[in-house]
C-alpha cells in the first residue's frame, strides 16, 4: 500500500505506547526508529490500527534531512533508477491533520522535532511558524540528547544545523536563546574534537560571539597538536581560530592566526618529505604559498617557499611510477610496411601520409567515458611534466553544470588520446612505414617539390621552410621539423582562413591589428567544413591543450628538452603535418580513380 492511500485517524492511536518503545531505544535517531517501528508492524494484521500507526511512524521517520540547504529540506533514505523510497511530500492532509494533534503527546524531542518539521515544511494550518519554532526546539534537545547518551555523536551537528537553519527563516524571536543552548553543548559536554569546531563554525557562521573562554580553549588545543605533530588536527582548530578573529573583526590576530596556519601547511609538506612522499609535499607546499599570497607583507616567505617547492618538484620523479601497457604491434608493423613495399618515391610517401586515419572524437568520447572511474568526477586531477610542476589540473565535474561537464570531458579525451592512442599509432603504423619507405628509397629535399608546389595549405614564401620541416622528418631529425612545422601551421590555418574570406585580425585598445593566435583559430566555426572536427580536435590536443601534448607552446617557449624530440608526439606531428599538405593530392588521385 502507497502511504498517501493509509486511512488513519487520532483514535487509532489510543493505547499504543510509541513513547515506551521509543525510550528504551539506545540511539535516538529517526534511522533508528524507522527499524523500530517497521519492526511493530509486521507483528500486526495489515490495516489494524496498530499496524496503520506504526506504518504511519515509520513513513514519517523514513527520509533523512539534507545537508544541504539550498535544497528541499528532507530527501528520500534511497533512491533507485525509476522510485524512491518516502518524503514528506507523499504524506495527504488526513495524515498530517493526525500528527498535528499527536504531537504534545509525543515526549521523544527527536520525533516530535521530525513531526514538527514536517507540518511546518507542508505549511499545515493557518499559523504554521509555530511548528518551525517547535522544530527549532526539540532539534536541539534532540541534538543534546544525542551528545550525551548517543553513539553516533555526529549526527546531532545535523540537528543544530537544522535548528540554526529555521531560525533564520523563520526569524525566530529567540533566536539568541537558541545559540546559548547550542553554545552550552560545548560548555557542559566533553566533545570529540571535530563535534566541538564544527558547532563553534556553525555558530561563527551565523554571527554569533562565543564566550572567549572556548577561543582560549582552542588556542590551547592548536598548541596541543601541533607539539604532538597532529597537523590535521591542528590545522582544524587554526582554521577556527582565523574565523573567529575574522568576526571579532581584529586584523592583527587573525593575520598571526593566518601566518599559523600557512606554516601548517609547511610543517605537512616537511613530514611528508621525511617519508620521502615529494607528491604530497608538494601539494602542501603549493597550498602554502597559496596562503601567504593572501597575507600582505609575506612577499619574503613567498619566494623561499618557491624556491623549496623547485627543490621538491626536481625531486617529484622519484615518486612518480610508470604504469606499463603490453600491446603487441607486430601486425599492425607488418600491415603498415606491406602498404609501402615496392611503390615508387612519390606513391611511397603519398602512402605514408595516409597509412593511418586520425583519431575519431565520437569514438575518442566514447572510449573515455568507458575508461573513466566515477570517482574521477568527485575528485581534481593535476598534469605534472617531467619536472615534475603542475601544468594543468582538472576539477572535479560533479555538481557542476553541462557546459563545464562537457569541458572535462574534452579535457578526458585529450589525455587519451595523448597516452594511448597517439603511442600506438606513431609505434605501431609510423615508424615501421617510415623505416620501410627509407629502406627502399633515398629521399632528398628536393624530392618533396610535388607536395608543397601550388599547396592551397602552404603559402608561397613559406614553401622552401616546409620542404625543410618534412624532409628533416624523413632524416628522423625531429629537432628542426618540430620547429618549423609546429610553428608554421599557426599562419598555415591562419592563411586558409583568409583564402575562404574569413578575418583572423583583431584590434586592440589603441587600435592596433593584431592576429589571432592558435587557439581561437581552431575554435572557428569556419575552420570546421575546410579541415573537419576529427582533425581540430587532434590538433588541439596535439598542438595547445595542457592536456594533451601542448607542442606549440612548449616550442615557443622552448620547453622542450633534447629528449623530447625523440618522442611519439613529435614524430606524430610531423606526420600529420605531412598528411595535411598531402592531402590536395590524396583527393586528386582519389578523384581520378
Same mark, same amino acid.
Given at each position: 500500500?502507497?502511504?498517501?492511500?493509509?486511512?488513519?485517524?487520532?483514535?487509532?492511536?489510543?493505547?499504543?505506547?510509541?513513547?515506551?518503545? #521509543?525510550?528504551?531505544?539506545?540511539?535516538?535517531?529517526?534511522?533508528?526508529?524507522?527499524?523500530?517501528?517497521?519492526?511493530?508492524?509486521?507483528?500486526?494484521? +495489515?490495516?489494524?490500527?496498530?499496524?496503520?500507526?506504526?506504518?504511519?511512524?515509520?513513513?514519517?521517520?523514513?527520509?533523512?534531512?539534507?545537508?544541504?540547504?539550498?535544497?528541499?529540506?528532507?530527501?528520500?533514505?534511497?533512491?533507485?533508477?525509476?522510485?524512491?523510497?518516502?518524503?514528506?511530500?507523499?504524506?495527504?492532509?488526513?495524515?498530517?491533520?493526525?500528527?498535528?494533534?499527536?504531537? /504534545?503527546?509525543?515526549?521523544?524531542?527527536?520525533?516530535?522535532?521530525?513531526?514538527?518539521?514536517?507540518?511546518? +515544511?507542508?505549511?499545515?494550518?493557518?499559523?504554521?511558524?509555530?511548528?518551525?519554532?517547535?522544530?527549532?526546539?526539540?532539534?536541539?534537545?534532540?541534538?543534546?540528547?544525542?551528545?550525551?547518551?548517543?553513539?553516533?555523536?555526529?549526527?546531532?551537528?545535523?540537528?543544530?544545523?537544522?535548528?540554526?537553519?529555521?531560525?533564520?527563516?523563520?526569524?525566530?524571536?529567540?533566536?539568541?536563546?537558541?545559540?546559548?543552548?547550542?553554545?552550552?553543548?560545548?560548555?557542559?559536554?566533553?566533545?570529540?574534537?571535530?563535534?566541538?569546531?564544527?558547532?563553534?563554525?556553525?555558530? =561563527?557562521?551565523?554571527?554569533?560571539?562565543?564566550?572567549?573562554?572556548?577561543?582560549?580553549?582552542?588556542?590551547?588545543?592548536?598548541?596541543?597538536?601541533?607539539?604532538?605533530?597532529?597537523?590535521?588536527?591542528?590545522?582544524?582548530?587554526?582554521?577556527?581560530?582565523?574565523?573567529?578573529?575574522?568576526?571579532?573583526?581584529?586584523?592583527?590576530?587573525?593575520?598571526?592566526?593566518?601566518?599559523?596556519?600557512?606554516?601548517?601547511?609547511? =610543517?605537512?609538506?616537511?613530514?611528508?618529505? +621525511?617519508?620521502?612522499?615529494?607528491?604530497?609535499?608538494?601539494?602542501?607546499?603549493?597550498?602554502?604559498? #597559496?596562503?601567504?599570497?593572501?597575507?600582505?607583507?609575506?612577499?619574503?616567505?613567498?619566494?623561499?617557499?618557491?624556491?623549496?617547492?623547485?627543490?621538491?618538484?626536481?625531486? =617529484?620523479?622519484?615518486?612518480?611510477?610508470?604504469?606499463?601497457?603490453?600491446?603487441?604491434?607486430?601486425?599492425?608493423?607488418?600491415?603498415?610496411?606491406?602498404?609501402?613495399?615496392?611503390?615508387?618515391?612519390?606513391?611511397?610517401?603519398?602512402?605514408?601520409?595516409?597509412?593511418?586515419?586520425? /583519431?575519431?572524437?565520437?569514438?575518442?568520447?566514447?572510449?573515455?567515458?568507458?575508461?573513466?572511474?566515477?570517482?574521477?568526477?568527485?575528485?581534481?586531477?593535476?598534469?605534472?611534466?617531467?619536472?615534475?610542476?603542475?601544468?594543468?589540473?582538472?576539477?572535479?565535474?560533479?555538481?557542476?553544470?553541462?557546459?563545464?561537464? %562537457?569541458?572535462?570531458?574534452?579535457?578526458?579525451?585529450?589525455?587519451?588520446?595523448?597516452?594511448?592512442?597517439?603511442?600506438?599509432?606513431?609505434?605501431?603504423?609510423?615508424? /615501421?612505414?617510415?623505416?620501410?619507405?627509407?629502406?627502399?628509397?633515398?629521399?632528398?629535399?628536393?624530392?618533396?617539390?610535388?607536395?608543397?608546389?601550388?599547396?592551397?595549405?602552404? /603559402?608561397?614564401?613559406?614553401?622552401?621552410?616546409?620542404?625543410?620541416?618534412?624532409?628533416?622528418?624523413?632524416?628522423?631529425?625531429?629537432?628542426?621539423?618540430?620547429?618549423?612545422?609546429?610553428?608554421?601551421?599557426?599562419?598555415?590555418?591562419?592563411?586558409?582562413?583568409?583564402?575562404?574570406?574569413?578575418?583572423?585580425?583583431?584590434?586592440?585598445?589603441?587600435?592596433?591589428?593584431?592576429?589571432?593566435?592558435?587557439?581561437?583559430?581552431?575554435?572557428?566555426?569556419?575552420?570546421?567544413?575546410?579541415?573537419? %572536427?576529427? =582533425?581540430?580536435?587532434?590538433?588541439?590536443?596535439?598542438?595547445?591543450?595542457?592536456?594533451?601534448?601542448?607542442?606549440?607552446?612548449?616550442?615557443?617557449?622552448?620547453?622542450?628538452?633534447?629528449?623530447?624530440?625523440?618522442?611519439?608526439?613529435?614524430?606524430?606531428?610531423?606526420?600529420?603535418?605531412?598528411?595535411?599538405?598531402?592531402?590536395?593530392?590524396?583527393?586528386?588521385?582519389?578523384?581520378?580513380?
Amino acid at each position: 500500500m502507497r502511504i498517501d492511500q493509509l486511512k488513519i485517524c487520532i483514535n487509532d492511536f489510543e493505547n499504543i505506547d510509541f513513547n515506551n518503545l #521509543l525510550e528504551k531505544s539506545k540511539t535516538k535517531t529517526c534511522l533508528a526508529f524507522t527499524e523500530i517501528f517497521n519492526n511493530e508492524t509486521v507483528k500486526y494484521e +495489515e490495516n489494524s490500527k496498530e499496524w496503520k500507526v506504526f506504518s504511519l511512524l515509520a513513513a514519517v521517520t523514513n527520509f533523512c534531512l539534507n545537508s544541504d540547504e539550498n535544497g528541499d529540506a528532507f530527501i528520500p533514505f534511497s533512491i533507485f533508477k525509476n522510485s524512491r523510497t518516502i518524503i514528506h511530500q507523499d504524506l495527504n492532509e488526513e495524515q498530517l491533520e493526525v500528527l498535528s494533534i499527536l504531537l /504534545p503527546d509525543i515526549k521523544v524531542p527527536e520525533l516530535k522535532a521530525r513531526i514538527a518539521d514536517v507540518l511546518w +515544511e507542508r505549511r499545515f494550518g493557518d499559523v504554521s511558524y509555530i511548528f518551525a519554532e517547535k522544530a527549532i526546539e526539540e532539534y536541539l534537545l534532540s541534538a543534546e540528547e544525542i551528545l550525551k547518551v548517543g553513539k553516533e555523536k555526529i549526527f546531532a551537528l545535523e540537528r543544530i544545523r537544522r535548528s540554526i537553519s529555521l531560525a533564520r527563516i523563520i526569524r525566530y524571536k529567540k533566536q539568541n536563546d537558541a545559540f546559548m543552548k547550542i553554545q552550552s553543548f560545548v560548555e557542559d559536554l566533553d566533545l570529540e574534537n571535530i563535534i566541538f569546531i564544527r558547532i563553534i563554525e556553525m555558530l =561563527l557562521q551565523n554571527n554569533f560571539h562565543p564566550n572567549k573562554k572556548f577561543l582560549e580553549k582552542a588556542k590551547k588545543k592548536y598548541e596541543k597538536y601541533i607539539e604532538d605533530k597532529d597537523y590535521v588536527t591542528a590545522e582544524r582548530y587554526c582554521e577556527l581560530i582565523v574565523d573567529w578573529y575574522r568576526l571579532l573583526k581584529d586584523d592583527d590576530f587573525k593575520r598571526s592566526a593566518q601566518i599559523d596556519l600557512a606554516n601548517i601547511l609547511i =610543517l605537512r609538506a616537511e613530514q611528508n618529505v +621525511e617519508s620521502g612522499n615529494y607528491i604530497a609535499a608538494t601539494l602542501f607546499l603549493k597550498e602554502a604559498i #597559496l596562503a601567504f599570497n593572501n597575507i600582505e607583507g609575506t612577499e619574503i616567505e613567498r619566494e623561499k617557499l618557491r624556491k623549496k617547492l623547485l627543490n621538491y618538484q626536481s625531486k =617529484l620523479s622519484n615518486n612518480l611510477s610508470s604504469v606499463e601497457i603490453s600491446i603487441n604491434l607486430e601486425d599492425y608493423a607488418n600491415r603498415a610496411k606491406a602498404r609501402i613495399m615496392g611503390k615508387s618515391k612519390e606513391d611511397a610517401i603519398i602512402e605514408l601520409a595516409f597509412i593511418d586515419g586520425i /583519431p575519431n572524437k565520437e569514438y575518442i568520447r566514447k572510449q573515455t567515458e568507458r575508461t573513466q572511474s566515477p570517482l574521477l568526477t568527485f575528485i581534481s586531477r593535476e598534469i605534472i611534466n617531467e619536472n615534475g610542476r603542475t601544468i594543468a589540473t582538472n576539477s572535479p565535474s560533479i555538481n557542476t553544470s553541462e557546459e563545464e561537464k %562537457e569541458k572535462s570531458l574534452e579535457e578526458d579525451m585529450f589525455s587519451y588520446v595523448s597516452n594511448y592512442e597517439r603511442g600506438v599509432r606513431v609505434e605501431g603504423i609510423i615508424k /615501421p612505414s617510415l623505416y620501410q619507405l627509407n629502406f627502399e628509397h633515398n629521399i632528398y629535399e628536393t624530392d618533396l617539390d610535388f607536395i608543397v608546389k601550388d599547396n592551397p595549405f602552404i /603559402p608561397k614564401d613559406r614553401r622552401l621552410l616546409f620542404r625543410r620541416g618534412l624532409y628533416a622528418g624523413f632524416k628522423s631529425d625531429y629537432v628542426i621539423s618540430t620547429h618549423i612545422l609546429g610553428l608554421q601551421i599557426e599562419n598555415s590555418i591562419r592563411y586558409v582562413l583568409n583564402n575562404e574570406g574569413v578575418i583572423t585580425t583583431s584590434l586592440n585598445t589603441e587600435g592596433i591589428q593584431e592576429e589571432i593566435d592558435l587557439n581561437r583559430l581552431l575554435d572557428f566555426k569556419e575552420l570546421i567544413p575546410i579541415f573537419g %572536427e576529427d =582533425l581540430i580536435f587532434d590538433l588541439k590536443g596535439l598542438l595547445i591543450s595542457r592536456f594533451g601534448d601542448n607542442l606549440r607552446n612548449r616550442i615557443a617557449h622552448g620547453l622542450l628538452s633534447s629528449n623530447n624530440f625523440f618522442s611519439q608526439s613529435v614524430i606524430y606531428l610531423w606526420w600529420l603535418m605531412l598528411k595535411i599538405c598531402a592531402f590536395p593530392l590524396y583527393r586528386e588521385n582519389k578523384s581520378k580513380e
